[in-house]
């Protein structure tokens, strides 16, 4: 009878145990101001359309709406964003995860604790704070980083070192001038009085992650922390097509993870977006970047779309052309809650009819019985849409150059002329062609014949032109092709490297290599190793090339004559190519992009043919062999073909940047 009496009370303390201790919950903050008072001096910005973007990637990694919160204009000043901080303090619990998100204007002021070792803090422009200085106002709306970092602090220290804490800023503090048409989101002078002189410190940390505050409470007890900027401190931070840069980067980079992802890996996805979208600002992210993302608390996740509304067989699509919904894709549904849908039957197929930035609209093979929450939309077959440019011929003078452009573009499959939402603007300097980005101003630049150039000759029917922006095209299609499959799971490393006498060879921290921002950059007196790893536990076979700054594509591994069924890595393993790489111009974002695949693939044929020709295709392997061909073809005007979404491979982009070498 004791024995009973025991074994029942053992049971009784278990089963409170278990069902006491609390669930691990996702929370976020949700930060956008947008319609600033005429008054504050503050243009508006686009951020409230970040919202969505946002907490639609959110949703997709678990995060209730319920549990994020969303503070827009009025509701966001000071006073508002640190009851929020607050409130989220007190829901987390220890293990949680908290993820805090701005799009606003960012502005540096004038330093109010000398602990600022330039003399100014950064700050949030919450609602109601003003741009310019003026005496009696000494900053008191405006959001401190230091301030910001005491609550992060109070989070961390309420969540513990099992949780974790992501802070995303789109929007920066640099009072740089700007010239493109694209809305920068600051871009207004230090806000301090025109005599102010700030006092340089030797603080080595500072703002969010101010050592000697986080010390005071005992860096063990606290979450680590990764916080990830939209530009570096001295730079602009540009809108993309009325959308925080970030935003965007951050909604394409933030899906078909799996729980081996780190922070690292998410912060080298959205670097390959922010190339694409704002090639002349470098994102930025500083804490515990290699730790895994969540702690290794991520779902593993098919990538999907929620639906906005159906009728009948019409559906609107949270999801558009931005996120990879094309006109002519092909989708399927499935119930909510699918997290795979191999071996699987839909409940209804589609095709897109029309697709936006971020929307989409589907016609359905058969109508849905049910609300919008009780289904998920699917890619089956993946088509590109169009992957011309667009190009604005506004500011050319009449005459020969703009009749003789207009008439070359009109032939050229790759470029369309536009009176608005251009990509770059065409203007005549010495009479030669230059191209100007709309978004920041900035002219495109070329490497040819040992030098960068900006201008394109006029006098050779637009021949360099042609193959110039036909380079740039296919690159840019290539950097943004992304296969994300959670199965897989492929990183790279580039490992520096120093040779001694007698070919010794000497391995160097990365970490001394990286800019401000943390993303790696070499100069030509660099030498590196390429390093894969698998974590995918199945082998993997992979390709390598090269995305040159101006577009022009390389193949990196395998070489011509090399078989391609010798570049393979089994599960858990990893592979160092046993060639060492020098680093050439042109400078800039550089992309060596891999490929892998459970099926060998080849793309050295490809490469040496640059297409082949028609017949060429057919005698090609995979879908991706022959994907790649087409990014040959279409400056000839050749569709690019289809990519369904049982293919059976991913991608990893790797980014840094060729720089000149120090004198």
Not at 215 to 220: D, E, F, I, L, P
Not at 225 to 249: F, K, P, Q, T
Not at 436 to 465: C, K, L, W
Not at 473 to 496: A, C, T, W
């Amino acid at each position: 009878m004791k024995r009973i009496v025991t074994l029942a009370l053992i049971l009784v303390f278990q089963i409170g145990y278990f069902f006491g201790k609390t669930p691990i919950r996702k929370h976020a903050l949700i930060v956008a101001i947008g319609n600033y008072e005429e008054v504050t001096g503050w243009k508006k910005i686009s951020s409230l359309n970040d919202v969505d973007l946002i907490a639609d990637a959110l949703n997709k990694q678990g995060f209730a709406n319920t549990d994020i919160q969303i503070l827009r204009d009025a509701e966001a000043d000071k006073e508002g964003i640190q009851t929020a901080l607050n409130d989220l303090r007190n829901k987390a619990n220890p293990g949680d995860i908290v993820v805090i998100h701005f799009s606003s204007h960012g502005q540096q002021i004038m330093d109010d604790n000398r602990d600022e070792i330039d003399g100014y803090d950064e700050a949030i422009v919450a609602f109601g704070a003003p741009a310019i200085y003026d005496k009696g106002y000494e900053g008191e709306n405006h959001l401190r980083d230091e301030e910001l970092g005491e609550h992060l602090d109070d989070i961390r220290q309420k969540i513990g070192k099992e949780g974790d804490v992501l802070v995303l800023v789109d929007a920066c503090h640099s009072g740089t001038a700007t010239r493109g048409k694209e809305i920068p989101r600051g871009g207004v002078t230090a806000f301090a009085p025109a005599d102010y002189k700030p006092e340089r410190n030797d603080a080595s940390e500072v703002g969010i992650f101010e050592k000697n505050r986080a010390t005071s409470r005992g860096v063990a007890d606290l979450s680590p922390m990764v916080v990830i900027s939209a530009a570096r401190a001295d730079e602009l931070n540009y809108e993309y097509n009325g959308y925080g840069s970030l935003s965007v980067a951050f909604s394409r980079s933030f899906k078909g993870m799996n729980d081996k992802f780190s922070y690292r890996t998410l912060f080298s996805k959205i670097a390959k977006e922010m190339s694409i979208i704002a090639p002349k600002q470098n994102p930025a992210i500083e804490g515990d970047i290699d730790r895994l993302l969540f702690g290794g608390k991520v779902v593993a996740q098919e990538s999907y779309y929620s639906l906005e509304s159906i009728s009948g067989t019409d559906a609107l699509i949270k999801g558009g052309a931005f996120t990879g919904l094309n006109e002519g894709t092909t989708i399927k549904i499935f119930a909510s809650g699918t997290t795979t849908t191999k071996d699987k039957e839909p409940v209804s197929t589609g095709t897109i009819t029309y697709a936006d930035a971020f929307t989409c609209n589907a016609t359905l093979d058969l109508p849905l019985d049910g609300k919008v929450e009780d289904f998920w939309v699917f890619t089956d077959q993946q088509t590109f849409g169009d992957v011309s440019l667009a190009i604005s011929l506004g500011e050319l003078k009449k005459g020969v150059l703009k009749d003789n452009l207009t008439t070359f573009i009109s032939g050229f499959p790759l470029m369309n002329e536009v009176t608005k939402n251009e990509d770059f603007i065409a203007k005549e300097v010495s009479g030669k062609l230059v191209l100007e980005r709309s978004q920041d101003a900035s002219n495109f630049e070329y490497y040819q014949r040992g030098r960068m150039n900006s201008t394109f000759p006029t006098d050779d029917g637009f021949r360099t032109f042609k193959k110039v922006m036909s380079s740039y095209v296919q690159g840019k299609f290539l950097k943004e092709l992304e296969l994300s499959n959670p199965d897989y799971n492929i990183e790279m490393r580039l490992i520096p490297v120093k040779l001694g006498k007698g070919g010794k060879v000497d391995t160097l921290n990365i970490l001394d290599k990286m800019d401000a921002g943390g993303i790696p950059q070499f100069s030509t007196k660099d030498t590196v190793l390429i390093e894969l790893v698998n974590n995918s536990p199945f082998p993997v076979y992979f390709n390598v090339i090269d995305i040159q700054p101006d577009g022009v594509v390389n193949p990196l591994i395998p070489k011509r004559g090399q078989n391609a069924k010798d570049f393979r890595i089994g599960p858990g393993q990893s592979y160092t190519l046993n060639k060492k790489i020098w680093f050439y111009p042109p400078y800039g974002t550089e992309t060596f992009k891999v490929f892998a695949s459970y099926q060998p693939i080849d793309f050295t044929p490809i490469f040496m043919t640059k297409g082949g020709s028609a017949g060429t295709r057919g005698n090609l392997k995979n879908e991706l062999e022959k994907l790649f061909a087409d990014s040959y073809s279409m400056s000839r005007g050749a569709d690019i073909g289809a990519l369904s979404s049982n293919t059976d491979a991913c991608t990893f982009s790797y980014i840094f940047k060729i720089v000149e070498p120090l004198k």
